[in-house]
């Protein structure tokens, strides 16, 4: 079936450097796409989204990329913080008619190191 | 301004028995969504409510059940609880029915089912 996927479930950075996590989503009818940032015990928090009419979506530190042509999705934080450490998920709306269902993919663990 | 509340924040539950987990959504907000999250994965979608009608239902069997109250609050019930349905469930609530807008959610309701 339909399922949106992330290239590495794990990501390690120094902070102070930029963090990209890649995302790949295989239903070319999906129209939405979110990326949430879920801490532990939490539950997942929005950070940007970004329609399929766009290409890029810029948030403070947060930076969305879309290439339809590759149904790619990537999350860019800028200076990241130690607060950023945290399970990222890509999401997609694969039904416009019936939007919040979302699809998520398996999350990738970003962790900042001192 | 309180976030999207759920009740219980843990439970145990034994093989066979039934549970109902509450949500109560953000005020103004209409719309419920619940999704299923297993250790390890991405939460994924159970049910969608918006003015008190089901909008959408995910790959769920029909032990899955729930419903949105005249004052938007939810409740999701599992019946013949099996091992495998031990798993976060998470509430999300939002303003909209469709695509658009920040789905908000809560902290979930952690079942274990022995």
């Known amino acids: 079936g339909e399922s949106v996927g992330l290239h590495l479930p794990t990501l390690s950075v120094q902070e102070g450097d930029n963090s990209i996590i890649n995302c790949a989503y295989s239903?070319?009818?999906?129209?939405?796409f979110i990326w949430y940032k879920q801490e532990s015990g939490k539950g997942p928090q929005f950070i940007i989204d970004i329609r399929s009419n766009m290409d890029k979506r810029q948030g403070q530190r947060v930076t969305v990329l879309l290439n339809k042509t590759v149904k790619h999705l990537s999350l860019q934080i800028a200076a990241t913080q130690p607060g950023d450490s945290a399970v990222y998920f890509c999401?997609?709306?694969?039904?416009?008619?019936?939007?919040?269902?979302?699809?998520f993919g398996s999350g990738t663990q970003l962790t900042v190191l001192p | 301004d309180a976030g999207v509340t759920q009740s219980p924040t843990h439970l145990i539950k034994t093989r066979g028995q039934q549970v109902t987990l509450r949500c109560s959504p953000i005020s103004g907000h209409k719309s419920v969504s619940w999704y299923q999250q297993v250790l390890g994965q991405g939460p994924q979608f159970i049910f969608q409510?918006?003015?008190?009608?089901?909008?959408g239902r995910g790959n769920f069997p029909d032990r899955f059940s729930a419903r949105q109250f005249p004052n938007y609050s939810s409740e999701l019930n599992v019946n013949a609880l099996l091992l495998g349905d031990s798993a976060l469930y998470l509430c999300?609530?939002?303003?909209?029915?469709?695509?658009?807008?920040?789905?908000?959610f809560g902290e979930g309701s952690r079942l274990t089912v022995l």
């Open positions: 999300a609530s939002s303003l909209l029915s469709g695509a658009g807008g920040e789905l908000f």
């Open positions: 239903n070319s009818a999906s129209d939405y």
């Open positions: 409510y918006y003015e008190k009608e089901e909008r």
């Open positions: 999401a997609e709306n694969t039904d416009p008619g019936s939007a919040r269902q979302l699809t």
